[in-house]
């Protein structure tokens, strides 16, 4: 991993949170229609698994129920033979949902992302549309997702273009995890619903409403603007909600969804993964300052440290950033809406960081080499990435660590067929890896 927060890096969790709404407790009705829970033993037949085994993948992904009346969706995920994928879905049939705008549903995770999948009937074999549900440890959550929110995927990748997800044609849900990260899984689903929202009950005359301009705060006032789903999804993610609904006062840089859609094409999911929620942090609170700040020419200085430029000729810029709604008051604060990204000055890797970022260059090297029937040249690429831990690493490894490597470079020493000989030194990497990921 980079220790450098790019925008290609930024657009990694912007691809990957697109869209999810986020529910933050105001006023609001629904109509509701149970698509399933598993309270009886024939739902397990409703569903079935599809693995990276259709594209010559290894891992293993199944799904059964407990005795706590939960689907349970289990296994192990394997990134070997260019794998990386496991997932569960129920079997097409008509779901009645014409008029339903939001699916809610209730799962407990392991802190890893998953993929929430609905298929509709024109979505293709390989085609889903999918919106992204950021799982904590051990922890029940609810997550409430607009059907305008998800977005069309086919072989793991956007599609830009695609048709909006219409809830008539919807033939199936499902679960996919696809985080690059190897080893055990676990999410525990149970129940999920089809919501119609219904228009709240209109307020007492003379008395304010609870979520009114004048009472909302930084978090809500963005909600009420209907313009920053993307915003609010990576701030969710980053845990960042409870500071921005906090006392306050603070002033926010709020970039729209058009900001983030500006952003070219690059790595995903990359600020998603668990060990990198700092840099998403590091991202998000570059856009907050201390204090309630009205628009003038000053520099201020951010919560992750660094400052901005603020200024006015001709019309207000932040960091160049064009400030296209200026002093939108909150009670906690004042929102400034932008309409581009601020990314802070790159900060170098750690050691741990760069001694993965080293493991990770050689494994997207080296598999393709592999699987096209070269072991020599991966074993080579493998070689040079451990010898290169070794002598310019060190002090990222513990002991164990570099006697898990050196073994390794000495017992490939000993194997005459390159095959195994890439093998041994691919297991090192992995542990290695494995061992510097660790908290």
């Known amino acids: 991993m980079k220790g450098t927060v790019s925008s290609s890096g930024v657009l990694g969790v912007i691809c990957v949170l697109l869209g999810v709404a986020i529910s933050t407790g105001f006023a609001s009705e629904f109509a509701s229609k149970l698509l399933m829970d598993f309270s009886e033993a024939s739902a397990a037949r409703q569903w079935t698994s599809v693995n990276d085994d259709v594209m010559g993948g290894v891992s293993e992904g199944s799904f059964r129920l407990t005795d706590d009346k939960t689907l349970l969706f289990y296994g192990r995920l394997s990134l070997e033979n260019q794998g990386g994928f496991a ?10 949902l014409d008029g339903y705008d939001t699916i809610t549903l209730r799962v407990k995770g392991d802190d890893r992302m998953y993929y929430f999948n609905v298929r509709t009937s024109s979505s293709g074999t390989a085609g889903s549309y999918r919106a992204p549900l950021r799982t904590r440890k051990d922890t029940w959550q609810e997550f409430r997702v607009s059907l305008k929110d998800f977005y069309y995927s086919a072989y793991g990748r956007r599609i830009a273009g695609a048709e909006p997800l219409r809830a008539n044609e ?72 409870e500071a921005l609904k906090g ?68 019309s207000f810029a932040v960091n160049g950033a064009n400030v296209i709604a200026p002093d939108i008051v909150a009670s906690n604060g004042v929102v400034h809406v932008i309409d581009t990204l601020l990314i802070p000055a790159a900060v170098e890797p750690t050691p741990r960081e760069a001694a993965k970022a080293v493991i990770e260059l050689a494994i997207r090297r ?30 990222a490894l513990d002991a164990q660590d570099r006697s898990t490597l050196q073994n390794a470079l000495d017992e490939m020493r000993r194997e005459e067929d390159s095959r195994q000989q890439a093998w041994t030194l691919r297991r090192a990497l992995d542990a290695v890896h494995r061992s510097l990921a660790e908290e």
């Open 170 to 241: 919807i033939q199936s849900v499902g679960f996919t995890l696809a985080d690059k990260q190897a080893g055990p899984f676990r999410l525990e689903v149970d129940w999920i619903k089809a919501e119609k929202a219904r228009a709240a009950a209109e307020s007492a005359a003379g008395e304010p409403p609870e979520n009114s301009a004048e009472n909302r705060d930084i978090v809500d006032t963005a909600v009420a603007a209907g313009q920053f789903e993307t915003l609010l999804a990576a701030v969710k993610a980053a845990g960042l909600v």
């Open 366 to 395: 080296g598999v393709p080499l592999f699987n096209a029937g070269q072991p020599s040249a991966c074993k080579a690429i493998y070689e040079i990435a451990i010898e290169s831990l070794l002598k310019s690493h060190g002090d």
């Open 87 to 96: 997932s569960i879905r129920t079997r097409p049939s008509d779901l009645n």
């Open 247 to 314: 006392k306050g006062p603070l002033t926010v840089f709020a970039p729209t969804d058009d900001a983030f859609a500006k952003l070219p094409e690059g790595m995903v999911e990359e600020l998603l993964l668990a060990e990198n929620r700092d840099k998403l942090r590091a991202v998000l609170s570059y856009h907050v300052v201390s204090g309630r700040i009205l628009l003038g020419t000053q520099v201020s200085t951010t919560l992750q440290g660094q400052s901005l430029t603020i200024k006015t000729n001709g």
